[in-house]
Structure formats: C-alpha cells, structure tokens
C-alpha cells in the first residue's frame, strides 16, 4: 500500500469522505453494489483532478455530484441495454427511492459497516468489503495485502455486493433486536482485519502492518459513532494494547520473539496509555464482554515494566470469567499459561489434560505448543522437545515453525 | 487460507494421456479451463500452471564445486508433478471440495474422474488468535 508521500493528505481525505458520500448516493439510488462501483470512479477522478486543480470548496458535495452523474449514465446504458433486449425498461431497484428519514453522514457510515459485516456474507467477503466501502481502499491494495492477484480479490468483492443484493438487506440501520448481534459481527470482522495484519507473515518477513493501521482508524471510526458502548471501546483498546508491542515482536530476521523476552523499551508508550485509558473507561459501565476482558489482559501485560513484574493472579481471574463467557478453546490455553505462571507447570498441565479431547483443537499446534512450554518449565525437557516438534509438524505460519523447530534444537542440544 | 492441488502422474500415466481419443481429451482441455475460470469467478483463485512432459526431467545436485550435477533415470513408480492451483478458501473442507472437483476432470471411459489430488495448506496462515 504504497503512496506518494507528495499526495497523502488528498488521499487520506478521500478515504475519509468515501463512506459519506457512498451513503449518499445508496440512499438516493438504492443500489449498492452500483453506486460503490460510481463513488470509486468519482475518487478516482478526484485523485487525477485534485492534486492539479486544488481540491474544490466543497469536497463531499464535489465527489457526491460526479459519483451521481455516473450513477444516472449507468442507468441509461443499464436501461438502454435492457431496451434493446426487449425486456423491462426500468428496474424497481433503479428508481430513485425517497430516503426514509433525514439521516446524517454517521448514521450513513455506521449503516455501511452493519452492510458490509452482514452476517449473510462469508468472513473473507465482508473483510474485503468492508476494507474498500468503508476504508476507501483500491481493490488492488486489498489484493496485495491479502496476497491474491488483483482480479481475485475484485471477484470476491463483486459477488460480495451480488449477495447483498440478492438478499436485499436494506439500507437503514438494524432494529434495535438485532443490533447486537450485528454489531457483534461488525468487531469480529475489524477484529480479523487487525490479527491479519498483525500476525501474518510471508516467509521470514512481517509485511501488513498496514492492515493492523487500518483495522485500528476503522475501529476508531466506530468508537466514535457509538462512543458509549464497552465492547466497541474494549475492542479499539485490545488492538491499540497489541499493536504497541509490534516493533519488539519480531527481530531484524523477522524472526518472532515471545512476550517475555521482548525488549519492552521498544513498546510504544503513547499508544498503550491510550489504550488503558480506554478500557479504564470502559470497564465501570458494567457490560463487560470478551474484547473488554482480553484488553484488559493485553493491558496487564503492558503495564508491567519487566516480564517478572507481570500480574499474572489478575490474569488468571480475567481469564477465568472470560472462560466463563466463551467456549472458545484458545481461551482456555492461554488460561493454562497463565495458571501456570501462578500456580506452577503442574497445573497448566492439568488443565490442558482437561481440553485435549477437543475437536477444535485437532489439526491445530498451539495445544504441542502450548503443552511443549510448561514441559520445557517444568524442567522435562526430553517430552517438551518431542511436543515442540509435533507442533512444529503442525504448524501453519512460516514464523512460528521456525520458532517451534529452534526450541526444540535449543532444548535437545542442551540434554 | 491458502492451499496448492497438485496432479502428479507416472511417466506411464503421462504417455497414456498422449494416447487419448480425441473427444476425450477435448473434453478434458475444455473441463480445464472451465474450472481455472470457475475458481476465478468464484473469488479463490491464488494461481495455475501446468508442467511440460517429464520426459526431459532431470534431479539436480551441487557437485563438489557447486557446479550441478544432473541425473535423468528415475524408478518407474516415481510421481511426477502434472500441474497445481493455489486456492484461497475458507476452510480445508471448502479446499477438499474444490480438489474434488479437480480429481473428477473427464478421463477415457471407464476410467473417469478419480485423478489423486494431492492437497497441502500453503505456509501463510495466521495464527488463530492474538490473545496471550
């Protein structure tokens, strides 16, 4: 995602706008699909005129006037094709629908990211979309980072818009029933977005960081529409708390290093102050689900100055209730580790005894790798060396294998 | 999640290929390309390529001054590699599915749509969680 430094401030601005006045033109064409294909040629034109020309008084009502124009000339090719076809002159979904209420560029962004998440889309199709319709990305940018070709990547995002427009999700936010859980699909696809990039790696080198940057702004975004709820808060600050470590995750050789040997001078600062402050706010309105909890986990982490000086009987408690809320097993992995780190090896290992059975968890390395840890502290070095290459075996991150495979060297040469 | 379908074949296999009627083997270039554009228009394409005959295919190794030294005799049960996609799915469910349709490609009576597709996950994956 690269740009020219000469030209950010016009594209940032475009990418600002672009929800806006995509809003705009949904509402007064109801069709979705055709009116983000108009609004990306508008920002295409802006971004050839502006940079010359100086960029207009006006520059939503510019980008809506030129995004409509190219929605009326769609029609007409659109009509004047069916026309000679012999079929019906005009669909109904053409006409131009009366908005239902007056609503304002938050409301239009916030009904975009309940549109684009739309629990009827697969994961992949609503991040792609969701990336472009909302976060103003070029379809080969959202390739790039997803490391597909280009005509992919446009693919998926066309029958993505294709779906949503054979289901016919309307425009308008969700009732008050169904908010939650569309909001709760809404964090999960901003929360993938973020772990995508800040996780993946491609042979030895970390490269979407601009991923994490953006599932961060976009989280940010929502925030800010909805300021009051604790699990938009709690998820803004998880990201905010983990991306602060991400110059000390990895060394030069791109090589990940663990949490506890993280040189934490290199952690960013401000970035985790934010982040705390977040999820201090948070915490006391007394909704708290998973992302508060895993945030305020992240921050315990970040707050402590030396890897010792870690709280870990706090993170074990919040590890418990977040047990308590979701049956997710990586949960109760990481709760192990952290009862291990209180109550000794012995009972991190009893507790992975209690989830071995778990299909989830078959075909996955982090149970060996996991098991391989508290083996190595438990001083059994000879099981953990067998565990650490049996996740190694299974491991499906180039980075991680590498690590797996040199403990196992370390801790064999050492016998 | 990224994953590559291999084809692989003997040299006999590949020299029976060479004798197939022609209907045949039109319907199976046709089936061939018609699922390249499937997997495209589908969203999950990642990339294709097709091998040339291995007729002419050599093993190399460094000789002691790193200069190659190439052998061409293989076993008669070796597998050779045919061609491969590289898939963006889901799910490995979803990449079974899609190497199933691979494997059924039209072949000569009697021996139709069984091809072996060999299915392995690409080292891309991020790991499932960020929690620690």
Known sequence: ?415 | MKYILMMHGTKADWEAFTKWPKEDLQRNIAFMRAFSQELKESGVFVATEGLAFPEQAKIVRAGKDGEPITDGVFPESKEFLAGYWIIDVESPEQAYKIAARASGAPAPAGTIGSMPIEVRQVMSEAPEDMLQ
């Open chain 1, 1 to 415: 995602m690269s740009r020219q430094s000469s030209d950010l401030p016009i594209e940032n601005l475009l990418r600002d706008l672009k929800p806006q006045v995509l809003g705009i033109v949904v509402r007064r064409f109801a069709d979705f699909a055709a009116a983000e294909d108009a609004v990306q040629e508008a920002l295409v034109d802006a971004a050839m005129q502006w940079p010359r020309q100086g960029v207009p008084a006006n520059p939503q009502a510019w980008l809506t006037q030129v995004a409509c124009r190219r929605m009326t000339d769609h029609i007409r090719s659109e009509s004047a094709r069916r026309r000679r076809e012999n079929e019906v002159a005009l669909e109904s979904s053409y006409v131009s629908a009366p908005a239902d209420f007056e609503a304002s560029a938050e409301d239009d962004t916030l009904i975009l990211l309940f549109m684009c998440c739309h629990p009827a889309l697969t994961r992949a199709s609503a991040i792609a979309l969701t990336l472009q319709a909302v976060g103003g990305l070029a379809t080969a940018e959202i390739a790039h980072a997803f490391l597909v070709p280009e005509a992919t990547m446009a693919q998926r995002i066309s029958r993505a818009k294709q779906a949503i427009r054979n289901s016919g999700i309307p425009f308008r936010l969700p009732t008050k029933e169904e908010r939650e859980q569309r909001l709760r699909a809404v964090l999960q696809v901003l929360y993938l977005i973020f772990n995508e990039g800040y996780t993946s790696s491609v042979g030895s080198e970390l490269l979407r960081g601009d991923l994490s940057s953006e599932a961060i702004r976009l989280a940010q975004i929502l925030h800010n529409l909805q300021p009051g709820n604790p699990e938009v808060a709690g998820l803004l600050s998880l990201m905010l708390l983990t991306d602060a470590r991400r110059l000390a995750r990895t060394n030069p050789g791109g090589d990940l290093i663990p949490l506890a040997q993280q040189d934490r001078g290199l952690w960013d600062r401000k970035q985790i102050a934010e982040g705390i402050a977040l999820i201090s706010e948070a915490l006391p309105k007394g909704a708290v689900g998973p992302y508060q909890l895993q945030a305020a986990i992240a921050a315990l982490h970040d707050e402590a100055t030396r890897a010792e000086d870690t709280d870990w009987p706090q993170i074990v408690a919040l590890y418990d209730l977040l047990k308590r809320m979701s049956d997710n097993p990586m949960v109760a992995l990481n709760h192990a580790i952290a009862s291990a780190m209180v109550h000794g090896p012995e009972k991190g290992l009893e507790l992975l005894d209690a989830i071995k059975g778990d299909s989830r968890l078959t075909g996955s390395h982090r149970l060996d790798a996991v098991r391989a840890h508290l083996l190595e502290l438990a001083g059994d070095r000879q099981a953990a060396t067998n565990h650490y290459r049996a996740a190694a075996i299974k491991a499906g991150n180039l980075s991680e294998r590498n690590y797996l495979l040199t403990r196992a060297a370390q801790l064999s040469s050492d016998q």
